[in-house]
């Protein structure tokens, strides 16, 4: 019955009707044989009709459940027979011949492996991007056996000489192939660029431990790997080794590469979906529909935990100009788990009013509900976010509109200035020889998006062409300012906020901390936790020094909380010294009641607050440092670990020069051996730092 019943039509009635019709005409042959009567046979038809009824609705909503063929073209066919993990069988099924990979941490990697993969399909290679996390990067040789193939590798340096979260399994295989010459890569033609920042000891390590190790394992270096440095200017330093690869690959191809532009080269189209018919709308989830209404463990980067923030308040002083906020995120039902010195990511939106602003300036309606389609039906990524939304989701929660403009996102934009002249100057300013003038009108007055828009009012960009032009809105990660000892249902965030007045007297805004600053008590915010190997050491007996003026200071209150934890435990503590700085003690000494207790009870040892503005000459945590040289140095002689947190761009520096000079003066040590000295207590894991430029 049930196989019959599987061929009919999924129409209930009908069935029903048909059924009871063949059951009536059953049972009367069986109540003559039978001998029922009447009131049987009622009974009986009615207690199977019934069944039948049942049957028929769960059958329906078997059928229903099954979902419609799905209609593949010819290369996804042949896409579907390969491992989706060999990235060369891959490209082997979609016809490509030029892969580009990028490690990145912040979305700047990530974006110059776009613009190179766009600007390879101009030059008439068939490109793709890739993620390395997403493949087996044993595969690599194999590359070799597709005509005229590329690799290139946007590799971002993150922390001390560490990869991204996404490359690091990438580079411990790269590293062991390398050690034991497991796989050879002979045949394989590659390309390297590198993302960092020269201020910081480990430059562009992992850009050029791929370049070295491919060159070391076989492969052809096509050109030199580029040096992005973002303490000076990365975009330039992109541009320029940009321009030099393409001559070196058509060197080395021996073939002629064309020099057609990029500009208007679209990667995604768009289509509107009309009321009603979007179902399945994202409203501001990073990867998975709907998954801030039903949350489920893991959480992580595509699947962030919303926290309720259950504590927030100010933490400077009354008369303090600037501000720095404290704010504590419930983690009780979450099952994450956090050590001292790991990081919260926070997912940030934009202001609404300045999306409001820039919605009036595309003159779009913000609920314009639309989705994305990629214009290269094989790519992995098939939107630049997550699509169908409105056009507000988008503007609030996954494009950058705050930051300044690059000058290849003003060179798209010009294609769209109706007013000749202002077309002309635009397009002059993103050329080498308007390159001051870009510097001066958009860098310098730090205009937005926004800004472009309203000061230029000929550009009438589409709104879709904008979201595509514009950057992704990145996640934010700040250190955990408390100790999962002390506070294990929760994660104290301390964070400045950023507020400016560019030189037009417009408002300058960080986009994460100007929204806490405004978030209250019962909200909840998309987050997940983020391991650091920025940790204490194992044995609560060694000694730590800890640097870290302003909110530098938010991995060491943790740090601090953990000792408090371990003195409360009768476990025997280390001497625990801290170097803290701010301008005005009065307005700017974050926790200050809280730091002096642990002065007392023990947890720390030795305080020293190095205030700037309180007197004439100002003072940094370096000057004291070099003041207690002997207590430092005594420590060091101890074992002690040095953990030094907050701005790398000057603070860092004058901080290891001084610890130099510490190991010069007390250790009568010449100033190279004093620099050795620190590589190898760096190395060692004694000598850690989380900063940032």
Same mark, same amino acid.
């Given at each position: 019955?049930?196989?019959?019943?599987?061929?009919?039509?999924?129409?209930?009635?009908?069935?029903?009707?048909?059924?009871?019709?063949?059951?009536?005409?059953?049972?009367?042959?069986?109540?003559?044989?039978?001998?029922?009567?009447?009131?049987?046979?009622?009974?009986?038809?009615?207690?199977?009709?019934?069944?039948?009824?049942?049957?028929?609705?769960?059958?329906?909503?078997?059928?229903?459940?099954?979902?419609?063929?799905?209609?593949?073209?010819?290369?996804?066919?042949?896409?579907?027979?390969?491992?989706?993990?060999?990235?060369?069988?891959?490209?082997?099924?979609?016809?490509?011949?030029?892969?580009?990979?990028? $490690?990145?941490? &912040?979305?700047? #990697?990530? *974006? +110059?492996?776009?613009? @190179?993969?766009?600007?390879?399909?101009? /030059?008439?290679?068939?490109?793709?991007?890739?993620?390395?996390?997403?493949?087996?990067?044993?595969?690599?040789?194999?590359?070799?056996?597709?005509?005229?193939?590329?690799?290139?590798?946007?590799?971002?340096?993150?922390?001390? $000489?560490?990869? &991204?979260?996404? #490359?690091? *399994? +990438?580079?411990?295989? @790269?590293?062991?192939?390398?050690?034991? /010459?497991?796989?050879?890569?002979?045949?394989?033609?590659?390309?390297?660029?590198?993302?960092?920042?020269?201020?910081?000891?480990?430059?562009?390590?992992?850009?050029?431990?791929?370049?070295?190790?491919?060159?070391?394992?076989? $492969?052809?270096?096509?050109?030199?790997?580029?040096?992005?440095?973002?303490?000076?200017?990365?975009?330039?330093?992109?541009?320029?080794?940009?321009?030099?690869?393409?001559?070196?690959?058509?060197?080395?191809?021996?073939?002629?590469?064309?020099?057609?532009?990029?500009?208007?080269?679209?990667?995604?189209?768009?289509?509107?979906?009309?009321?009603?018919?979007?179902?399945?709308?994202?409203?501001?989830?990073?990867?998975?529909?709907?998954?801030?209404?039903?949350?489920?463990?893991?959480?992580?980067?595509?699947?962030?935990?919303?926290?309720?923030?259950?504590?927030?308040?100010?933490?400077?002083?009354?008369?303090?100009?600037?501000?720095?906020?404290?704010?504590?995120?419930?983690?009780?039902?979450?099952?994450?788990?956090?050590?001292?010195?790991?990081?919260?990511?926070?997912?940030?939106?934009?202001?609404?009013?300045?999306?409001?602003?820039?919605?009036?300036?595309?003159?779009?309606?913000?609920?314009?509900?639309?989705?994305?389609?990629?214009?290269?039906?094989?790519?992995?990524?098939?939107?630049?976010?997550?699509?169908?939304?409105?056009?507000?989701?988008?503007?609030?929660?996954?494009?950058?509109?705050?930051?300044?403009?690059?000058?290849?996102?003003?060179?798209?934009?010009?294609?769209?200035?109706?007013?000749?002249?202002?077309?002309?100057?635009?397009?002059?300013?993103?050329?080498?020889?308007?390159?001051?003038?870009?510097?001066?009108?958009?860098?310098?007055?730090?205009?937005?998006?926004?800004?472009?828009?309203?000061?230029?009012?000929?550009?009438?960009?589409?709104?879709?062409?904008?979201?595509?032009?514009?950057?992704?809105?990145?996640?934010?990660?700040?250190?955990?300012?408390?100790?999962?000892?002390?506070?294990?249902?929760?994660?104290?965030?301390?964070?400045?906020?950023?507020?400016?007045?560019?030189?037009?007297?417009?408002?300058?805004?960080?986009?994460?901390?100007?929204?806490?600053?405004?978030?209250?008590?019962?909200?909840?915010?998309?987050?997940?936790?983020?391991?650091?190997?920025?940790?204490?050491?194992?044995?609560?007996?060694?000694?730590?020094?800890?640097?870290?003026?302003?909110?530098?200071?938010?991995?060491?209150?943790?740090?601090?909380?953990?000792?408090?934890?371990?003195?409360?435990?009768?476990?025997?503590?280390?001497?625990?010294?801290?170097?803290?700085?701010?301008?005005?003690?009065?307005?700017?000494?974050?926790?200050?009641?809280?730091?002096?207790?642990?002065?007392?009870?023990?947890?720390?040892?030795?305080?020293?607050?190095?205030?700037?503005?309180?007197?004439?000459?100002?003072?940094?945590?370096?000057?004291?440092?070099?003041?207690?040289?002997?207590?430092?140095?005594?420590?060091?002689?101890?074992?002690?670990?040095?953990?030094?947190?907050?701005?790398?761009?000057?603070?860092?520096?004058?901080?290891?020069?001084?610890?130099?000079?510490?190991?010069?003066?007390?250790?009568?040590?010449?100033?190279?051996?004093?620099?050795?000295?620190?590589?190898?207590?760096?190395?060692?894991?004694?000598?850690?730092?989380?900063?940032?430029?």
């Amino acid at each position: 019955t049930q196989q019959l019943l599987l061929r009919w039509p999924v129409h209930s009635h009908l069935c029903v009707d048909n059924c009871a019709a063949a059951v009536c005409c059953l049972l009367s042959a069986a109540a003559m044989d039978l001998g029922l009567d009447t009131t049987d046979l009622v009974v009986l038809t009615a207690l199977l009709g019934v069944g039948v009824y049942f049957l028929v609705q769960y059958l329906a909503r078997r059928r229903r459940a099954i979902p419609p063929p799905v209609v593949r073209t010819a290369t996804q066919k042949a896409a579907a027979s390969y491992d989706e993990r060999n990235f060369v069988a891959k490209m082997k099924a979609t016809d490509k011949n030029f892969i580009v990979f990028f $490690g990145s941490q &912040t979305g700047t #990697a990530e *974006e +110059f492996a776009s613009r @190179l993969a766009k600007e390879a399909k101009s /030059k008439g290679f068939k490109p793709m991007t890739a993620d390395p996390q997403d493949y087996d990067m044993s595969h690599l040789p194999e590359l070799a056996s597709i005509e005229n193939s590329i690799v290139v590798f946007c590799m971002a340096t993150y922390g001390e $000489g560490d990869p &991204t979260d996404n #490359a690091q *399994e +990438f580079i411990d295989s @790269l590293k062991g192939w390398i050690a034991d /010459k497991s796989i050879d890569c002979t045949g394989v033609r590659y390309a390297v660029f590198a993302l960092g920042n020269k201020t910081f000891e480990h430059f562009n390590a992992i850009g050029h431990l791929v370049d070295n190790g491919l060159h070391q394992l076989g $492969g052809t270096r096509l050109h030199v790997c580029g040096d992005g440095d973002d303490d000076a200017n990365l975009e330039d330093d992109f541009v320029l080794w940009r321009e030099q690869l393409w001559p070196a690959v058509a060197d080395k191809l021996g073939i002629t590469i064309s020099n057609a532009e990029t500009v208007g080269l679209r990667a995604f189209t768009m289509k509107l979906i009309a009321d009603g018919d979007a179902k399945r709308v994202f409203t501001g989830e990073p990867a998975i529909l709907k998954s801030y209404e039903t949350q489920r463990r893991p959480f992580n980067t595509k699947n962030p935990y919303l926290a309720e923030v259950k504590v927030h308040r100010e933490l400077y002083g009354n008369g303090s100009e600037r501000s720095c906020v404290h704010i504590e995120l419930d983690i009780a039902s979450s099952g994450m788990r956090y050590h001292a010195g790991d990081h919260v990511a926070v997912f940030p939106k934009n202001n609404t009013a300045l999306v409001e602003r820039l919605g009036k300036a595309l003159g779009v309606n913000l609920d314009t509900i639309f989705s994305f389609t990629a214009t290269d039906a094989d790519a992995k990524k098939q939107s630049p976010f997550p699509c169908p939304c409105s056009v507000r989701t988008a503007l609030q929660y996954y494009v950058d509109i705050t930051s300044v403009l690059k000058p290849q996102q003003l060179r798209e934009l010009a294609e769209y200035a109706q007013d000749p002249a202002e077309k002309a100057r635009l397009i002059h300013m993103t050329t080498k020889e308007g390159k001051e003038e870009f510097n001066e009108w958009m860098v310098n007055d730090h205009r937005t998006i926004v800004d472009v828009l309203e000061d230029v009012k000929s550009i009438k960009v589409p709104f879709d062409h904008l979201l595509e032009i514009l950057h992704r809105l990145q996640v934010r990660y700040y250190s955990i300012s408390s100790s999962a000892k002390m506070h294990p249902q929760s994660v104290h965030v301390t964070a400045s906020v950023v507020e400016f007045k560019t030189r037009l007297s417009r408002e300058g805004k960080g986009v994460a901390t100007s929204w806490m600053q405004k978030l209250t008590p019962g909200e909840k915010i998309p987050i997940f936790i983020r391991a650091s190997t920025f940790r204490l050491p194992p044995d609560t007996k060694t000694p730590v020094i800890m640097i870290g003026p302003g909110t530098g200071l938010a991995p060491f209150r943790g740090f601090i909380q953990d000792r408090q934890f371990q003195l409360s435990a009768n476990k025997p503590v280390g001497e625990t010294v801290f170097f803290f700085g701010c301008q005005k003690r009065a307005q700017h000494f974050l926790y200050q009641e809280e730091m002096l207790g642990y002065t007392t009870s023990g947890a720390l040892t030795h305080l020293f607050v190095a205030c700037s503005r309180d007197q004439a000459e100002k003072v940094y945590v370096q000057h004291h440092m070099r003041q207690n040289s002997k207590l430092i140095y005594d420590l060091i002689q101890k074992g002690a670990h040095i953990y030094l947190c907050g701005d790398g761009k000057h603070m860092a520096r004058d901080v290891h020069e001084a610890l130099v000079d510490i190991l010069v003066k007390e250790g009568s040590q010449t100033k190279q051996a004093a620099e050795d000295y620190l590589k190898q207590l760096s190395s060692k894991k004694r000598f850690q730092q989380d900063v940032w430029a």
